[in-house]
């Protein structure tokens, strides 16, 4: 028997992976929108070297994320929660909107120099 995955777990851990690996990038880009600047930004991109690991982790924890929402059926008892078909749905909406938010987070870096 393996042992169950928290959904939501897997996608907080999944936006804390992507929000890490487009630090570098994002993070500086953000600060001086918001009128921060200093020569202290450019030490932002001492994790550029880690992004692709970032994004693996990223990739890893969505996967673990829908395998628990749509691959391995969920063994209610009656009376609970997950009994209601509305919490599996909205269980998938928050998935999506996580996923598509994310993946815009990872390509922001690549993105980005095109808006400037």
Same mark, same amino acid.
């Given at each position: 028997? !393996?042992?169950? *995955?928290?959904?939501?777990? !897997?996608? #907080?851990?999944?936006?804390?992976?992507?929000? +890490?690996? !487009?630090?570098?990038? +994002?993070?500086?880009? =953000?600060?001086?929108? *918001?009128? +921060?600047?200093? /020569? %202290?930004?450019?030490? &932002?991109?001492?994790?550029?070297? $880690?992004?692709?690991?970032?994004?693996?982790?990223?990739?890893? @924890? $969505?996967?673990?994320?829908?395998?628990?929402?749509? &691959?391995?059926?969920?063994?209610?008892?009656?009376?609970? +929660?997950?009994?209601?078909?509305?919490? &599996?749905?909205?269980?998938? =909406? =928050? @998935? %999506?909107? #996580? !996923?598509?938010? *994310?993946? =815009? *987070?990872?390509? &922001?870096? %690549?993105? /980005?120099?095109?808006?400037?």
């Amino acid at each position: 028997m !393996s042992p169950k *995955l928290n959904t939501s777990g !897997s996608l #907080v851990a999944g936006i804390a992976a992507a929000a +890490v690996a !487009s630090l570098c990038c +994002v993070g500086p880009l =953000v600060l001086i929108m *918001l009128g +921060v600047g200093g /020569a %202290w930004i450019a030490h &932002l991109t001492a994790f550029e070297p $880690l992004r692709p690991l970032f994004i693996g982790l990223t990739v890893v @924890f $969505l996967g673990f994320a829908y395998r628990r929402i749509y &691959l391995i059926p969920q063994a209610c008892e009656p009376g609970t +929660v997950c009994v209601d078909s509305r919490t &599996l749905r909205r269980q998938r =909406v =928050v @998935f %999506w909107i #996580v !996923s598509i938010s *994310l993946i =815009v *987070l990872i390509a &922001l870096p %690549w993105v /980005a120099p095109l808006f400037l």
